[in-house]
């Protein structure tokens, strides 16, 4: 199975931030990776996909990079509603696998 | 409007079992694969089980392979789980996910139904 790892698992920022979370997989994935938003009490949201493409509806201070192993999410100018959990997800190959998550907290 | 309605989650003991029902709208339901996700209280998303549109092709991750069977029904427009063996750790909410057509993974989401296996 294809490990993903985030990091930080806890980040603390102010509103205006610009933040980036960052993931790795344990083999290439190319570009097939994801990122999704998960407020508490609902289900997730996709955010980015194929790496560095905006999901439907998603602000453009939302924007993701990499290819193979190595992989970030950048948020600039963090907005209030942005703080909340963050995974990233590999679709190359079965089983699909996430990462751990990133909890995005109010500094 | 895409909707995805899961039900079908309960209190259940230890050993039994459970069939999940999604009940999708809004789109044309034949035309999509679909999966199940689960996310354990507090814990991060694991992806379960894969099922194409005319449900020829099914995956399952380990730790559900024997236990949990994925199905659909193109005609009810409805995605099933039925869950064998029940154990502690199944405790967590249930999604069923859309996958997208192309390059895009999971692009739409169930609200969840919560499972929890308990004596």
């Known amino acids: 199975d294809i490990q993903m790892t985030q990091s930080p698992s806890t980040l603390s920022a102010s509103i205006g931030d610009r933040v980036t979370i960052t993931c790795r997989a344990s083999?290439?994935?190319?570009?097939?990776l994801a990122w999704y938003q998960q407020k508490p009490g609902k289900a997730p949201n996709l955010l980015i996909y194929?790496?560095?493409n905006l999901g439907g509806g998603v602000p453009s201070r939302f924007s993701g990079s990499g290819s193979g192993t190595e992989f970030s999410l950048t948020i600039n100018s963090l907005q209030p509603e942005d703080f909340a959990t963050y995974y990233c997800q590999q679709y190359n190959d079965f089983p699909y696998t996430f990462g751990q998550g990133t909890k995005m907290e109010i500094k | 409007e895409v909707q995805l309605v899961e039900s079908g989650g309960a209190l259940v003991q230890p050993g039994g079992s459970l069939r999940l029902s999604c009940a999708a709208s809004?789109?044309?339901?034949?035309?999509?694969?679909m999966h199940w996700v689960r996310q354990a209280p507090g814990k991060g998303l694991e992806w379960l089980s894969y099922i194409s549109s005319q449900g020829t092709t099914i995956y399952y991750t380990v730790s559900v392979k024997g236990r949990f069977t994925i199905s659909r029904d193109n005609a009810q427009n409805s995605l099933y789980l039925q869950m064998n063996s029940l154990r502690a750790e199944d405790t967590a909410i249930y999604y069923c996910?859309?996958?997208?057509?192309?390059?895009?993974?999971?692009?739409?989401w169930g609200q969840g139904t919560l499972v929890s296996v308990s004596s």
């Open positions: 083999q290439s994935i190319h570009s097939w």
């Open positions: 809004g789109f044309i339901f034949r035309t999509y694969e």
């Open positions: 194929k790496a560095s």
């Open positions: 996910v859309r996958s997208g057509f192309g390059e895009l993974p999971f692009d739409s």
